[in-house]
C-alpha cells in the first residue's frame, strides 16, 4: 500500500493507498463484535531491530457507540498523533472521526461528520484551513476504525471479503478506497507480551499488501502488525 506521506508511514494504520485497482465493495464485514469495552492495548513499534516509538488503542462505550482510539508516540522524532472515531456499536459504521499530530512541522487538527450517505471534513494547521465532502457508499467504515474492524471478521483459513474504506482525517484529500482482506492460515507469534496462536490477515489496497496477525481465541486482539514499514507488537493489555 502506498501511504500518504511519509510522515504517515509511521502513524496510521489504516489500509490506505492512493489509487489503485482494488474494487470498491459496499457490504457488511462485521461477523461479530467480539471485545468487551472497555479495553486498552499497548504496543511498541519496531523500525528493523530498534524500538522506535510506542502505540495505544483503546475501546470506550459512548451509549450505542463505541470510541475507538488510536494515540502514537515518537520520542525521538519529538512526534505524537492521536486519532479517534465513534462508530455504531453493532455495525461499527462511522458517526464521526478526530485526528490530531504534533510535530516538528508544526501541528494538525482534522475533524469529519458523517451524515447520511455524506462525510464533511475540516482540517486545520498552523497556517492552513480547509473543509472538504464527499459522498459515502452505504455500508462504508472509516479507515481510523480498521485495526478494530478485522476483529469482528468471521476468521477461518482462506477467508476473503472486501469492503469500502473512508479515509476522512490524515494529511491528504478525503477518499474513497477498496480494501481486500484474507485470512492466510495460523501462526504462533511470540510478542512482549507472550506467545500467541494467531490468524495471519492479509490487507490489500492499491497493489501493495500489509499484514496483521489477530488472536485465533476471542477477543480476536492484534498481537501483531506490519504496515511495511514499521511493526507494531503487543506489549500489554487490558
Known sequence: MRWLLPVLCLVVLAAAACGGDDAIVSQNVVSAIPWTAPETATYRILNGDKTVGSAELRIEKQDASLKL?????????????KAEV?????SLRPQSARFAIDGP?????????????RVEVHRKGEDTERTDSLDVPIGSYD???????????????GYETRYSDILSCTLDKTQNLGVTLKVKGKETIRVPAGTFDA????VRS????????YGVETPHRLIRYDNGTDLFELERQG
Open 105 to 117: 512541522s508544526g501541528k494538525l487538527n482534522c475533524e469529519a461528520q458523517y451524515s447520511g450517505a
Open 199 to 202: 490468524w495471519r490477515l492479509e
Open 69 to 81: 482510539t488510536q494515540e502514537f508516540d515518537f520520542p525521538e522524532k519529538q512526534f505524537t498523533n
Open 206 to 213: 492499491g497493489g501493495q499488501t500489509q499484514t496483521a496477525w
Open 143 to 157: 479507515s481510523w476504525a480498521d485495526l478494530f474492524l478485522w476483529r469482528a471478521l468471521a476468521f477461518a483459513d
Open 86 to 90: 465513534v462508530v455504531d456499536a453493532g
